[in-house]
């Protein structure tokens, strides 16, 4: 049977050539091998799906009759899908594959697709579904899919877009590039996250499109009852992902393209960053700054001016005469030197880094032959091949001395590829891509990602038994394995402050927790009100670092008055003794792939209240965050989910589920605990490591029932942690009107550096004449009561099991 052609050329309004649509034709034949289906069709199309669990299901399409070899960067080797339980019939026009979960309807007569869960409800269902066009010039199909828009259906993901956190209504395009001072709905920007979550009739589902070639998502943009994708070349290749909870959803995805492992305990410091902080005097003002200050600090950033002509893995002779005395000093004085390195190697002869790439072969080459070649910092660079096992592997081994220096973190940047003339490579550099060689058309996606796998190795392989620390620009599903990240070159305003809660909150639930903005803004200079609204948030995302550009004047905590340092200092504090709560936050993210950061739609997807809201987020199981991003403020509107809530502030109990008015003027960031909630907190320090940690404090909220938080702690660097060495701590709590109770159960045999917990309790509806700890009674006189605060205080052995109070 002949193509289908369809002349509607309703999504692609850029490609020359157009031949039209193809269809895939009929269904002649199935074949079924365990959890791997294929059906034939009348004109060569291929449909293989295969049921990874129960809830992901992979469908891929091949036009020509084949399949070509199956590659992946994202998928992580580490990933162990549960098998899954199947049924498969076939009737007389479609066949379906049962799961325990979903339903999977696949029509005969044109191969269209449709997933149902178990009580009918269609989650997905194709509209003119797979299709594809051949694009002469380049001899790629484009591949493209649509599905209908279900009843009420919102969209989520797609990593670190600048759009409004609801995607319904917006065409995005996924191309990572260097957007310098980019703004709100500016697209593309640096990173490629082809994974969006459907939500409707509260039930919520993914999608990840694994295809690294430029593509685009329409959601409902174009038509109004169409969602569709497509890609400039490769295969139509995507994951189906079932919740039915958004946070399912994306924990699953974050388990199939990989979970990052355990930070060192100091990268969820305080970093200080700035291009650039030199000569070497200039540095160490600074970190003395932040000592005399008493303002925590963990990081101190070099940006490329460390270097000698911007020559990677060099250092500036006169800036920097003796880097490792300096790395040393400032190491004495605990602050961690990372440093920059971007992708551009310098075209100069008497270069180490250079000779040796030439000589081996390792940099990008035109179709043709010739190296690519393109302006960058240095002047004309050529580029790595990072897609190459054994250039990633000379890459890593750059990373040797510089460890050796005591560098601590590495810093990648400018791997979108960026390059001045053109913003990126010409589209027929090559690249091996692990041995399926292609062009930079399916490449580009991923280089930023295969160079911060090469700095990962390296910087991983030296600074063993400690744990390593990278950072990326750029990346594409999957890179969240390899380095943290920041949101790029954004602008000191309020909108871009606006912005950075928005794309961390997106990353988040992309897989991608570990990330955070350049606080107070890149580009241009905030006014003391906005750089210490932006820290307030800062302190509450993951990766928290001031970065500027250096010709835009001070951007220390310091460099905005005497009333602005203290509030600078207050919130860094807050996030020091917070440190536990974020490890513990971090940790649940290593190990489920739940996101750090959760939209509010995440917090409750059953009250549609929260759909469009963007600006509340929780941070981990039981806080409750929401950015003030206006000048002047003295306050704002929230809207808290629903359950009981204390205001961090005034331990007021406020009842969530509507709108409620937050007080917080410059020395508050609306924030909130949920009720039953244990709050674990460090001692202030100024560093990690400063000193040992002599006392835990549980923060104890009360609530009307039961509640369960969890504390995870380990020796904050190091591997001990995959050995056990670690605790996970788990506080059940029980109120009643008259009593509280508190359960400790710990696992795992990590042994802590503090013996008590300062136990304090928040909003009892009570007076306490009555302490019980483990069976025996506490004299009165143990027990502390504040009566302004409402909050009673005591002091308990740390491994106590039970904590009564009546
Ligand atoms: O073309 O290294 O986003 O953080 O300070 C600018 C200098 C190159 C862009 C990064 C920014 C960094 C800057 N880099």
Redesign the pocket.
């Known amino acids: 049977m002949e193509n289908i052609i369809h002349e509607g050329n309703y999504m692609i309004n850029d490609l020359t050539n157009r031949k039209g649509e193809l269809f895939p034709g009929t269904i002649l034949d199935c074949k079924h091998e365990n959890n791997n289906f294929y059906f034939y069709c009348d004109n060569n199309v291929i449909l293989h799906i295969k049921a990874l669990t129960d809830k992901i299901i992979r469908f891929r399409y091949a036009v020509d009759g084949d399949f070509p070899k199956d590659f992946s960067y994202a998928l992580s080797d580490a990933y162990q899908p549960e098998k899954p339980t199947l049924e498969f019939k076939e009737k007389t026009d479609h066949f379906r594959i049962t799961t325990n979960r979903i339903i999977i309807t696949i029509w005969k007569e044109n191969l269209s697709v449709r997933i149902l869960d178990k009580s009918g409800t269609i989650l997905i269902e194709d509209e003119r579904g797979f299709h594809w066009e051949y694009d002469q010039t380049t001899g790629n199909d484009v591949v493209k899919i649509s599905k209908k828009v279900q009843s009420g259906e919102h969209y989520y993901g797609l990593g670190d877009k600048a759009f409004n956190m609801n995607l319904r209504g917006r065409r995005v395009q996924n191309w990572g590039s260097?957007t310098?001072g980019y703004g709100k709905n500016s697209d593309p920007l640096y990173k490629n996250i082809p994974f969006y979550i459907g939500l409707h009739q509260k039930i919520a589902y993914g999608m990840f499109f694994d295809n690294s070639f430029r593509s685009y998502f329409d959601f409902a943009a174009e038509r109004s009852n169409v969602t569709s994708y497509w890609a400039q070349g490769g295969e139509m290749n995507y994951y189906f992902i079932y919740g039915p909870e958004l946070i399912e959803v994306t924990a699953q995805y974050t388990n199939l393209t990989g979970k990052p492992e355990l930070p060192p305990l100091w990268a969820l410091g305080y970093h200080q960053c700035k291009?650039s902080y030199y000569p070497e005097q200039k540095v160490k003002e600074i970190a003395a700054n932040f000592r005399e200050r008493q303002i925590p600090c963990d990081a101190i950033y070099l940006?490329?001016d460390y270097m000698e002509g911007f020559r990677c893995f060099t250092w500036s002779k006169d800036r920097f005469p003796d880097p490792k005395r300096m790395v040393q000093e400032l190491a004495q004085d605990g602050f961690k030197t990372i440093v920059?390195i971007?992708p551009g190697i310098k075209i100069d002869k008497d270069y180490w880094v250079y000779q040796e790439g030439l000589a081996n072969d390792y940099f990008c080459r035109r179709a043709d032959g010739p190296l690519m070649k393109g302006s960058v910092?240095p002047g004309l660079c050529n580029f790595p091949d990072y897609t190459r096992p054994n250039v990633r592997e000379w890459w890593a081994g750059l990373f040797k001395e510089l460890i050796a220096t005591g560098i601590k973190g590495v810093w990648n940047?400018?791997n979108e590829p960026?390059v001045f003339e053109q913003g990126t490579f010409p589209d027929d550099v090559r690249f091996d891509h692990d041995g399926h060689p292609c062009s930079h058309k399916k490449a580009h996606n991923i280089y930023g990602m295969q160079m911060a796998r090469a700095t990962y190795q390296g910087v991983k392989k030296y600074a063993y038994p400690n744990r390593p620390f990278t950072i990326t620009?750029s990346g594409y599903s999957g890179v969240q394995r390899f380095a943290a990240t920041?949101t790029?070159?954004n602008i000191a305003s309020w909108e871009h402050m606006w912005l950075a809660n928005i794309q961390c909150q997106r990353l988040s639930i992309s897989g991608y927790s570990f990330a955070g903005s350049?606080i107070g803004g890149?580009i241009e200079t905030p006014s003391g009100e906005l750089y210490i609204r932006w820290l307030a948030l800062g302190v509450f995302h993951p990766f928290c670092r001031t970065?500027s550009?250096g010709d835009h004047g001070e951007q220390e905590p310091w460099s905005f008055g005497d009333e602005n340092t203290d509030l600078a200092r207050k919130f860094i504090q807050l996030r020091y003794q917070l440190m536990p709560y974020m490890y513990t936050t971090f940790w649940q993210y290593t190990t489920f792939g739940t996101p750090m950061l959760k939209p509010l739609v995440y917090l409750d997807q059953y009250d549609s209240e929260t759909y469009l809201r963007m600006a509340e987020f929780g941070l981990g199981d039981n806080l409750l965050v929401c950015p003030i991003t206006q000048p002047e403020a003295d306050g704002r509107w929230l809207y808290l989910p629903r359950g009981n809530w204390y205001y961090y502030w005034t331990d007021e109990l406020v009842v969530g589920g509507k709108e409620v008015w937050a007080e917080a003027k410059l020395d508050r960031i609306p924030l909130y605990v949920q009720a039953g909630a244990v709050i674990p907190m460090y001692p202030i320090r100024q560093y990690v490591g400063e000193k040992a940690i002599e006392e835990l404090t549980l923060h104890v909220y009360h609530k009307n029932g039961a509640h369960q938080s969890t504390l995870f702690e380990d020796a904050g660097d190091g591997y001990g942690y995959q050995n056990g060495e670690c605790l996970v701590k788990k506080f059940a709590t029980v109120g009643t009107t008259q009593s509280l109770n508190v359960q400790q159960t710990v696992s795992g045999n990590f042994i802590p550096t503090y013996h008590t917990c300062k136990i304090v309790l928040h909003g009892l509806p009570f007076e306490v004449t009555l302490t019980i700890i483990d069976d025996q009674a506490l004299p009165l006189s143990e027990i502390i009561r504040d009566e302004t605060q409402n909050t009673y205080t005591l002091i308990v052995n740390a491994n106590f099991l039970s904590l009564t109070f009546r």
Do not use: K, V
């Open positions: 260097d310098y291009w940006d490329i920059i971007d910092w940047d400018m960026a620009r920041w790029g070159d350049d890149f970065h550009s």
